[in-house]
């Protein structure tokens, strides 16, 4: 028996691999299935099952495209009505796959169709299982994703409690808990950096698996301090639900390398976005004028589906052109099919051809400092709200980059600002989206907070109550 975990950082996501003898599953994938299929090739293994813990709000998965190349089955638990084939399995049935058999067990409450899949070993010993969205290390997923018709968010939570208290916390001490995501993931709250752990760790450190907690104090805690969804949520759950496109036509299209005047033209006259994916430092010293940052190497595609609203939208694409296919694949997972290729060339290539660009202002930490300590600054805080509460710069005002398309009329574009976020690269992409609206005097704090902290500018954790000037 084998089980191998496939984390992606970019979304806080493990897909898992599972075989026994020349049979394997999949749990979870992500939108390209190449890498399943070529896995179990290297192993000499069919791929006989894909397994989905629930539809999938943060991204696209890739069992349909899997299914096809493979003639694997798709299975999900009760509860789920998707417009393509699938086995919905009943709570309690069980695979075989190889020597080793996995149990269906419908834990209701993040989604009504979640479900966590227990692996039995080759000696019938319940040795680990593939919890989704309902059990996180550190926490459990949030009740507030499927709400509909009078199913309400508390009703979900209430769902989740005797889900965790009935199928998995009556489970030994010793079963293996691999969830769906870690760190960083908008599917929970509080989740841990470690991406699994026992189960009999989880009982007695997970807050929300207290044996003594009641139904109650459940439903309060694990809805108390969500913050909205990002926006491309339900579109993905939606993609998730639907017989979604595999990623090659995607992929074809996407890294197509596109000179100075198509690429041009499609940015001015078809709409289409640009988005650069270098780094912050290249970006703030020259860019094409108009175009968004977001830096492949960072929580890029999420931020997209954050930011960008419509999941047709054209992207054009700046980056080096050997992470073409890397930036069109990340964009894939989360439902942005419609790009049409990056700047050949680069902005070298741009600039020869005669073309303006633009540059963006950061100053150091210690330039901030000075300039603080004279007065009069505008300071715009774009972490996250609880981020903000914890410890923030004084008089600072908290415009949290997640909202900052609802929030625009909150600024004046006759107004100075100075932009920070944690270390840098969130707040050049809100200085980014302000500048291509028309905000020419945003300035950027390098470093973000965490090189404030290093200066003597005064910070505080008291929620000031001031407005945007």
Same mark, same amino acid.
């Given at each position: 028996?084998?089980?191998?975990?496939?984390?992606?950082?970019?979304?806080?996501?493990?897909?898992?691999?599972?075989?026994?003898?020349?049979?394997?599953?999949?749990?979870?994938?992500?939108?390209?299935?190449?890498?399943? *299929?070529?896995? %179990?090739? $290297?192993? +000499? =293994? !069919? #791929?006989? &099952?894909?397994?989905?813990?629930?539809?999938?709000? /943060?991204?696209?998965?890739?069992? *349909?495209?899997? %299914?096809? $190349?493979? +003639? =694997? !089955? #798709?299975? &999900?638990?009760?509860?789920?009505?998707?417009?393509? /084939?699938?086995?919905?399995?009943?709570?309690?049935?069980?695979?075989?796959? +190889?020597?080793?058999?996995?149990?269906?067990?419908?834990?209701?409450?993040?989604?009504?169709?979640?479900?966590?899949?227990?692996?039995?070993?080759?000696?019938?010993?319940?040795?680990?299982?593939?919890?989704?969205?309902?059990?996180?290390?550190?926490?459990?997923?949030?009740?507030?994703?499927?709400?509909?018709?009078?199913?309400?968010?508390?009703?979900?939570?209430?769902?989740?409690?005797?889900?965790?208290?009935?199928?998995?916390?009556?489970?030994?001490?010793?079963?293996?808990?691999?969830?769906?995501?870690?760190?960083?993931?908008?599917?929970?709250?509080?989740?841990?950096?470690?991406?699994?752990?026992?189960?009999?760790?989880?009982?007695?450190?997970?807050?929300?698996?207290?044996?003594?907690?009641?139904?109650?104090?459940?439903?309060?805690?694990?809805?108390?301090?969500?913050?909205?969804?990002?926006?491309?949520?339900?579109?993905?759950?939606?993609?998730?639900?639907?017989?979604?496109?595999?990623?090659?036509?995607?992929?074809?299209?996407?890294?197509?390398?596109?000179?100075?005047?198509?690429?041009?033209?499609?940015?001015?006259?078809?709409?289409?976005?640009?988005?650069?994916?270098?780094?912050?430092?290249?970006?703030?010293?020259?860019?094409?004028?108009?175009?968004?940052?977001?830096?492949?190497?960072?929580?890029?595609?999420?931020?997209?589906?954050?930011?960008?609203?419509?999941?047709?939208?054209?992207?054009?694409?700046?980056?080096?052109?050997?992470?073409?296919?890397?930036?069109?694949?990340?964009?894939?997972?989360?439902?942005?099919?419609?790009?049409?290729?990056?700047?050949?060339?680069?902005?070298?290539?741009?600039?020869?051809?005669?073309?303006?660009?633009?540059?963006?202002?950061?100053?150091?930490?210690?330039?901030?400092?000075?300039?603080?300590?004279?007065?009069?600054?505008?300071?715009?805080?774009?972490?996250?709200?609880?981020?903000?509460?914890?410890?923030?710069?004084?008089?600072?005002?908290?415009?949290?980059?997640?909202?900052?398309?609802?929030?625009?009329?909150?600024?004046?574009?006759?107004?100075?600002?100075?932009?920070?976020?944690?270390?840098?690269?969130?707040?050049?992409?809100?200085?980014?989206?302000?500048?291509?609206?028309?905000?020419?005097?945003?300035?950027?704090?390098?470093?973000?907070?965490?090189?404030?902290?290093?200066?003597?500018?005064?910070?505080?954790?008291?929620?000031?109550?001031?407005?945007?000037?």
């Amino acid at each position: 028996m084998k089980i191998e975990q496939i984390y992606t950082g970019c979304l806080a996501q493990g897909a898992y691999y599972i075989e026994s003898d020349g049979e394997a599953a999949i749990v979870d994938p992500l939108r390209e299935s190449g890498p399943y *299929v070529e896995k %179990a090739d $290297k192993e +000499g =293994a !069919k #791929i006989k &099952y894909i397994f989905e813990t629930h539809f999938h709000a /943060d991204f696209v998965s890739g069992h *349909v495209d899997l %299914a096809s $190349k493979t +003639g =694997a !089955k #798709i299975v &999900y638990g009760p509860n789920a009505n998707p417009k393509y /084939d699938i086995h919905e399995a009943k709570d309690g049935e069980e695979f075989q796959l +190889g020597k080793v058999k996995i149990k269906v067990l419908h834990t209701p409450g993040h989604t009504m169709e979640s479900t966590t899949f227990l692996l039995i070993d080759e000696n019938g010993k319940e040795h680990a299982i593939f919890s989704g969205d309902t059990l996180f290390i550190g926490d459990v997923g949030r009740p507030d994703l499927a709400q509909k018709g009078d199913i309400t968010q508390e009703d979900l939570a209430g769902f989740l409690y005797d889900s965790l208290r009935n199928k998995i916390m009556t489970l030994p001490d010793d079963v293996i808990v691999y969830p769906a995501h870690g760190a960083g993931s908008a599917c929970g709250k509080n989740m841990s950096k470690e991406t699994t752990d026992l189960l009999g760790n989880q009982k007695k450190n997970n807050y929300a698996l207290r044996a003594d907690m009641t139904k109650e104090e459940f439903i309060k805690e694990v809805t108390d301090g969500l913050l909205p969804p990002p926006q491309y949520f339900a579109q993905n759950v939606a993609m998730n639900k639907s017989d979604v496109k595999g990623i090659d036509e995607i992929l074809e299209r996407g890294t197509v390398a596109l000179d100075v005047e198509t690429f041009e033209a499609m940015a001015n006259h078809e709409g289409a976005l640009v988005i650069d994916t270098r780094s912050v430092h290249d970006f703030s010293k020259e860019h094409i004028p108009n175009s968004i940052f977001i830096g492949i190497d960072g929580s890029f595609a999420p931020w997209v589906g954050a930011l960008v609203p419509d999941l047709d939208q054209p992207i054009v694409f700046l980056c080096e052109e050997s992470r073409a296919e890397e930036v069109v694949t990340r964009l894939s997972r989360v439902g942005y099919d419609n790009t049409l290729g990056y700047l050949e060339g680069g902005l070298e290539a741009w600039k020869a051809a005669g073309k303006e660009t633009d540059s963006l202002q950061s100053i150091s930490a210690d330039e901030f400092h000075d300039k603080f300590v004279k007065g009069g600054l505008n300071v715009l805080d774009v972490r996250k709200p609880g981020e903000f509460k914890a410890e923030h710069v004084e008089d600072a005002i908290t415009f949290p980059l997640d909202y900052i398309n609802n929030n625009m009329e909150q600024v004046d574009k006759d107004t100075e600002y100075h932009i920070h976020c944690a270390g840098g690269y969130r707040s050049m992409i809100a200085a980014s989206i302000l500048k291509a609206r028309g905000f020419e005097k945003v300035i950027d704090v390098a470093g973000g907070f965490t090189s404030i902290k290093d200066t003597e500018v005064p910070t505080t954790d008291y929620v000031c109550p001031s407005t945007l000037k």
